[in-house]
T-cell receptor, first 111, second 117 residues
Framework: DAGITQSPRYKITETGRQVTLMCHQT?????MFWYRQDLGHGLRLIYY???????DKGEVPDGYVVSRSKTENFPLTLESATRSQTSVYFC??????????FGPGTRLTVL | AQSVAQPEDQVNVAEGNPLTVKCTYS??????LFWYVQYPNRGLQFLLK??????LVKGSYGFEAEFNKSQTSFHLKKPSALVSDSALYFC???????????????FGKGTKLSVIP
C-alpha cells in the first residue's frame, strides 16, 4: 500500500535493551524525520535525513541512532533503552514541497 | 531559533459555533506555517499551510487559517464546529534558510479542541 508505515505499532521493552523502530515510505520522498511526542512537549525532532546516507541530529538526539541506506527506509535505534525514552514515536517524510506526511506512530514503553 | 506558541492547552466550543485555535510564531525571515490535526491513537494529518500570497488560507474539512505578519500569528478557524472536529491540533513553523536542515519543522505543544454537542 502507498504511504508511510511504521512497525511495530506497540512495543514494550526493558531498560538496557536495544530496540529498533522501523519506518517505510513508498513515495520516494527525499526527506525523512523521526519525532517523539510527549505530554507537555508536543513533537520534538530526534533525527532527520535529507537523502540516503545523509542524516543529521535534531533537537533531542541523545540515546538514538539512525541510518538510511535506502531512500524508502529510515530505522530508529535505541541502543540501550531508558525509561525516559518511553514515548510515542512518529516518522514523517517530505518530498521537498514543505509538507510532511506522518506515519501512524509507535507507542514504546520502557520498563 | 524558531519557535511556536499555542497559548491554550484546551479549547471548548459548542457544536455549530465558530472555533478559533491560536498560534503565534517566531522565525527569521518569512515563515512557512502549517496546521496539523491528530485524532486519538493516530498520526498527524496535514490540514493547511501558508507559504506566500493570500493571508487567508483554506484547508481540509472546512478549516481555514489567517496569517497576520504584524502580530506573528496564524490562527486556525472554522465557521461552524462539528463534534467530529474534536482532536489535538498542532501549529508548526519552518523558516527560510538553506542547508539540509531546511525542512525541519518546529511544532507547538498542541491544543486540545473539544466540541460539545
Amino acid at each position: 500500500d502507498a504511504g508511510i508505515t511504521q512497525s511495530p505499532r506497540y512495543k514494550i521493552t526493558e531498560t538496557g535493551r536495544q530496540v529498533t523502530l522501523m519506518c517505510h515510505q513508498t513515495w520516494s520522498h527525499s526527506y525523512m524525520f523521526w519525532y517523539r511526542q510527549d505530554l507537555g512537549h508536543g513533537l520534538r525532532l530526534i533525527y532527520y535525513s535529507a537523502a540516503a546516507d545523509i542524516t543529521d541530529k535534531g533537537e533531542v538526539p541523545d540515546g538514538y541512532v539512525v541510518s538510511r541506506s535506502k531512500t524508502e527506509n529510515f530505522p530508529l535505534t535505541l541502543e540501550s533503552a531508558t525509561r525516559s525514552q518511553t514515548s510515542v514515536y512518529f516518522c514523517a517524510s517530505s518530498g521537498g514541497t514543505d509538507t510532511q506526511y506522518f506515519g501512524p506512530g509507535t507507542r514504546l514503553t520502557v520498563l | 531559533a524558531q519557535s511556536v506558541a499555542q497559548p491554550e492547552d484546551q479549547v471548548n466550543v459548542a457544536e455549530g459555533n465558530p472555533l478559533t485555535v491560536k498560534c503565534t510564531y517566531s522565525v527569521s525571515g518569512n515563515p512557512y506555517l502549517f496546521w496539523y490535526v491528530q485524532y486519538p491513537n493516530r498520526g498527524l494529518q496535514f490540514l493547511l499551510k501558508y507559504i506566500t500570497g493570500d493571508n487567508l488560507v483554506k484547508g481540509s474539512y472546512g478549516f481555514e487559517a489567517e496569517f497576520n505578519k504584524s502580530q506573528t500569528s496564524f490562527h486556525l478557524k472554522k465557521p461552524s464546529a462539528l463534534v467530529s472536529d474534536s482532536a489535538l491540533y498542532f501549529c508548526a513553523v519552518r523558516g527560510l534558510y538553506s542547508g539540509a536542515g531546511s525542512y525541519q519543522l518546529t511544532f507547538g505543544k498542541g491544543t486540545k479542541l473539544s466540541v460539545i454537542p
